[in-house]
């Protein structure tokens, strides 16, 4: 079976200048996950969609946080524009059952460095 | 914050030993799970345990779950250098069940 996907793997920007991040989950994986991992600490939640809509994006950072699940299946996560406290790795997850507490698979994330 | 917590937030130890990790969480938990994180790399579901579970194997973890305590270790037996890497526990607290993670331990696992 194929792992959660996404791209780029690094990026380095400039303060103020935006960023896209794409994930694509595992086939028949309805649950998807932003997390924003802040270097030295855990994983947080940016947001989760449940096909392509909005289950919980409380810690999103909606002035300069975007997400989207058009169709239901891949995901784009946009910063625009981006701070220094930016810089982080983005992980994106899936899972098949979340209620069940099985299924989530994480991707390798993207480290975003904002200078 | 229903963030897990993990204890200690590092941990060195020689091959062979063993290496305990805690974590303590603030809300009812359906369930609690173990990941680890290698370093620049993404997480690994290690186990999980149940709110009706106290105890659970797989290998050489060892996961036990105290609901009365908020509490939770993790137990690697006989740990190895490639055990190297953070640790995380995490629970599916919240309503949309997405897991939310500690801030992890360390552990070093020295030849």
């Known amino acids: 079976e194929a792992g959660v996907a996404q791209s780029p793997r690094y990026k380095i920007i400039e303060k103020r200048q935006s960023v896209a991040f794409w994930c694509n989950p595992i086939?028949?994986?309805?649950?998807l996950y932003w997390y924003q991992q802040i270097l030295g600490q855990g994983p947080k939640l940016l947001i989760q969609f449940q096909n392509n809509g909005v289950v919980d994006d409380s810690q999103l950072p909606k002035d300069r946080f975007s997400a989207e699940r058009l169709k239901g299946v891949d995901s784009t996560l946009k910063i625009q524009p981006a701070k220094l406290e930016d810089s982080a790795v983005y992980l994106c997850a899936s899972s098949l059952s979340p209620g069940q507490g099985w299924g989530y698979t994480f991707g390798s994330g993207t480290r975003l460095t904002v200078v | 914050s229903q963030q897990g917590e993990e204890d200690p937030q590092a941990l060195s130890i020689q091959e062979g030993e063993n290496a305990t990790m805690n974590c303590s969480y603030k809300t009812s938990i359906n369930n609690l799970q173990w990941y680890r994180q290698n370093s620049g790399r993404g997480l690994v579901h290690l186990i999980l345990i149940r709110s009706n579970e106290r105890e659970k194997h797989s290998g050489r973890l060892r996961v036990t779950l105290d609901t009365s305590k908020k509490s939770s270790s993790l137990l690697i037996t006989a740990s190895r250098a490639a055990d190297t890497a953070s640790y995380f526990c995490?629970?599916?607290?919240?309503?949309?069940?997405?897991?939310?993670f500690g801030k992890g331990t360390s552990l070093l696992v020295t030849p």
């Open positions: 995490a629970n599916g607290a919240n309503s949309g069940y997405a897991l939310n």
């Open positions: 086939s028949g994986h309805a649950t």
